[in-house]
């Protein structure tokens, strides 16, 4: 079979499901992975044929994708601030609006002189804390995850991308105390309600760790307080604490935040507008 004549049958397989623009993209994220061609490439390549071995690994592809399974996890690998992450689906595959977490830590510390230490609580695919570290190289950077799985994901992310991370397995919600202080804590926990799940796609829903994603409709903020509360005795003097949150619980974690002792807490909405960052401190 011709490329070209993959392109059409990956297209009428997919067009049901997906929408164009969105299948042709599925298809070049593909032939990048497979056949190491980029889109630029394969235009030039249309009349090559492939292999049986690459035909049966755009056919199995192809069956995942028909299941709603993302792309990020059939080719093992998704994007996050300028670089490539290893993932699996021990772990969330990193979001857009978790970038302009990043960028707004990194632009708070653009004149920081002063080496300083960062902990990232609930690591995942270790999106955050890594790129932290590529992006501040004077900071000392911790992160901790409940999912041994997740802390293998992010440690082979953490030489990958030939940065220094020291990920620790623990269990936050179950910890008296965090083992150090630290300038800057930071967070995306599990922030989605059992009752948000009707607007939540199934790609999402059927394929992205669940822990990773949901809380309960009567405890929504349980990792929000816990890790407010920890903070509160191990942030430094001048220390930072930013969290991902639920867009629809802007104002209810701003106040509880606020409630534990912290003097400035900001809320600040991602590109749709949505409430999704915040920033406290005590001073
Ligand atoms: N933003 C993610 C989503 O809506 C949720 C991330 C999280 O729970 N921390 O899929």
């Known amino acids: 079979m011709k490329i070209k004549d993959l392109r059409d049958s990956f297209v009428s397989s997919l067009s049901g499901i997906y929408d164009s623009e969105e299948v042709l993209s599925l298809f070049y994220m593909l032939t990048e992975e497979i056949l190491e061609l980029r889109r630029v490439d394969v235009a030039i390549h249309l009349n090559k044929k492939l292999s049986a071995e690459e035909k049966k690994k755009f056919d199995k592809a192809v069956k995942r994708l028909k299941d709603h399974e993302p792309v990020q996890y059939i080719i093992g690998k998704a994007d996050f601030y300028g670089v490539t992450f290893r993932v699996t689906p021990h772990v969330l595959i990193p979001r857009p609006e978790t970038e302009e977490l990043v960028d707004w830590i990194i632009n708070d510390q ?40 997740a802390i293998n994901v992010a440690k082979e992310n953490a030489s990958k991308n030939e940065v220094d991370v020291t990920f620790v397995l623990t269990d936050i919600l179950n910890t008296e105390e965090l083992f150090l202080k630290f300038d800057i804590i930071v967070s995306n926990p599990p922030y989605v309600r059992e009752l948000e799940k009707n607007e939540m796609k199934a790609n999402v829903l059927d394929n992205e760790p669940p822990q990773a994603l949901f809380v309960s409709d009567d405890a929504p903020l349980i990792f929000y307080k816990k890790i407010t509360q920890l903070a509160r005795k191990k942030l430094k003097e001048n220390g930072v604490l930013y969290f991902e949150i639920n867009q629809y619980l802007g104002e209810e974690t701003k106040s509880m935040i606020e409630a534990k002792g912290y003097t400035t807490v900001i809320v600040r909405k991602d590109m749709y507008n949505n409430d999704r960052m915040i920033k406290a401190s005590v001073n």
């Open 110 to 149: 653009a004149n920081a002189k002063d080496s300083i230490s960062i902990l990232d609580i609930g690591t995942g695919s270790g999106c955050i804390a890594i790129s932290l570290a590529k992006n501040l190289p004077k900071a000392k950077v911790y992160a901790i995850d409940v999912s041994a799985e």
